[in-house]
């Protein structure tokens, strides 16, 4: 979306702090980067970011940052048709090509971004007659797509869905009227529409035809959008309906659609996160990747500036490791990448604060978070300025994992917690360490982890670190035991939110998944 959008528009997306005073944050040093986390976890998304041809030319130290800590990128907007075909007939790739190459020679999956947009191309496209579009679309998609054969993906049409939420007429956009004629129930106004009335499918189809031209078949192809990525709320429910019927249209007319981009340009109020896991989740069932595609955080939405300190970098941190989190429950969910890499270089501009690290380079709280989910433990020099638990919707925090006098006295077999199960996984692991509350060890034995969640991430615990906490009897009962096979039934899985009971105090950890931390109160019965 990034082009300078109509403030009511910004002001849509939510509201935030509104105070003009800047202030300073508490910055983290971390050791392990981004990308080598998910890299470890089994089924772990790329870790993305989009960059900047002139930043990374003119800036070392932000173009090793982008390359160290992420393992996807996306050409801000080297790769936008106004930047390579500014007038007819000609092409300029340079910037496209040197963020190309940049990409393959750090190692990194390249996301072009977009081949079609409605909006902000070049005003010799406006200028064409209909049938004089059609054969600029053709010949412009075939030409960018087959250019970069080793592409991962290409949000091949970018913004196409017509909008209805509050504000939106006042900000400029092109409101749903449920009509046919012109703007439709779905489609908005733009350089391609009514004019080419068939111009998504037409791209999406010429795009992968250019990339079977020079056997780049596996170049995912995807739609791109805003504000629909949560399927609840008055802002994104309607839109992300529309954004789902539209995939469903273009699957059953045989349309080459891989998958469907969700933006998320937030500010700290956001907190539809179960909204967004229903969303993933329904796309996934249609056979669809889902990607976060320009992921931001602003301190405001509203405001050109605010104020910013250690409990803003806290709200923004929970924000990220929450998205995350979602994503790695979901495995429709194959990217997670936000729309920069520091506030020095932002299309939101630096007073709002938006990006994992700060305009010095440093990570903020959001990386140390995000790095958390991914399993990484935080070090004395990396604890960030927030709760070690990410958001929810009910904003809770997990219980104090302490003992109570009934649990100490309790059976050895307990279940704590209630939600619904929905999905299954097991994994059997050697070799892992019984810790109680104190301290002590028990003996080490093989165990077996079934898992049952509420609809997240089962699949996802094999191959990857995971630290289960029982119950204070079990634990007891498990160390005094020669021979332990312990066998964790998992269900309702809910990241931090401690639904019922109390928490467990003790760990059992094994080589079971590359995300510690994560879990923390849930439905289980613990048996020897």
Known sequence: MPSSPHPLLIAALGMACTSTTASTTTTTTTTT??????AAVDGGPYMGAAINAGDLRGDSSYADLAAAQYSLVTAENACKWATISPSRGTYNFNDCDYIYETAKSSGQAFRGHNLAWGNYNPSWVDALSPSEKKDALVEYVSTVAARYPDAYAWDVYNEPVCDDFPFAA???LEICDGTEDGLNAIYKNSSWYPDVPDALELAFTTAAEALESVNATDVKLFLNDYMAESSTGVLYASKADRVYTLAQQLLAKGIPLHGVGMQFHLDLTYSSFDGVA???????????????????????????????????????????????????DEPACTSFESWGVTDKYTWRGVSQHPLPFDENLNAKAAVTSMLEILGVEPSSDDTPASDDTPATDEAARAPICTPSAEERAGPGLRSVATAPARQAASTTVSAPQVVSSRGSEAESAPWRASARTGGYGAPKFAGAALRFRMGFPACTAAQGHGSVRVQVQVSGFRFGAGRGGSCFCCEVTGELAQRTRILRCWDMAVSW
């Open 33 to 38: 980067t981004l990308r080598e986390a998910s």
């Open 170 to 172: 006042a900000a400029g």
């Open 278 to 328: 229903a969303n993933m989740k329904r796309l996934g069932e249609l056979g669809l990747e889902v990607h976060v595609t320009e992921l931001d955080v602003s301190c405001s939405l509203t405001a050109s500036t605010c104020s910013w300190d250690d409990s803003d970098a806290a709200k923004q941190a929970k924000i990220y490791a929450s998205l995350l989190q979602v994503c790695l």
